[in-house]
């Protein structure tokens, strides 16, 4: 794992994303390191890489959960636990999610003119977990159905958007698509949440 009513435009920053030009950085020095060490109790070397550390910073910041969902060139149904979701613009309404250029799922969905973002309720948790494994058929679980251009729909999730497939780019390790939300659907159903390396449920309102 590697997260509505409507499509709601948010900010989004992310491997392969160009940042717009700004004032000169310079690199943290041994003090800054100290004063940020003091300020927030323990410290990243600013100046190393760790892919470990990168990780476990990204995963304080709590997502849903959702299996994306496509049709491969033989008809049959492509499905995927991933928490890369985001929402890109509303007008048009468009979508973005991302998926390791490793995996073995990449050119199905780079194949298919669509895909499918089933957005998971807490209940469906044994479902993420399955999408996410290594199973003879995904698929065997679950109400599935076939949306706009027979792409695989799954009942009872908080929300649904189908989409026309806009593009796909690579990006650092990962390939990411962006699709145009063509229908959608929501239910008033508690959502699944990932944070910290964990499922979770959605808290009280704050």
Known sequence: LGRVAGVVAARRVGHGLRAQPGPRVRRAGLRDRRLLAGQAGSAVDLTVA???????ALGRFATG????????????????????????????????????????????FQQAA?????????????????????V??????????????ELPVLAGCAAVFECRRVSHQEAGDH???????????????????????????????L
């Open 136 to 149: 003879p058929d995904r698929f065997a679980a679950g109400d599935w159905s076939s949306g706009l251009h």
């Open 114 to 134: 669509g895909f499918a973002v089933n957005v998971l309720a807490q209940s469906q948790l044994a479902l993420s977990r399955r999408f996410a494994s290594v």
């Open 175 to 205: 390939v990411l698509f962006i699709g145009e939300v063509l229908r959608m659907t929501e239910h008033p159903v508690a959502p699944l949440v990932f944070q910290g390396g964990h499922y979770r449920g959605l808290g009280d309102p």
């Open 50 to 56: 760790d892919a470990s550390a990168l990780r476990r």
């Open 65 to 108: 959960v959702t299996i994306v969902t496509c049709r491969a060139a033989d008809g049959a149904p492509v499905g995927l636990t991933a928490n890369s979701f985001s929402a890109l613009s509303l007008k048009p309404p468009l979508v973005l999610w991302s998926l390791r250029a490793a995996s073995p799922s990449v050119a199905p």
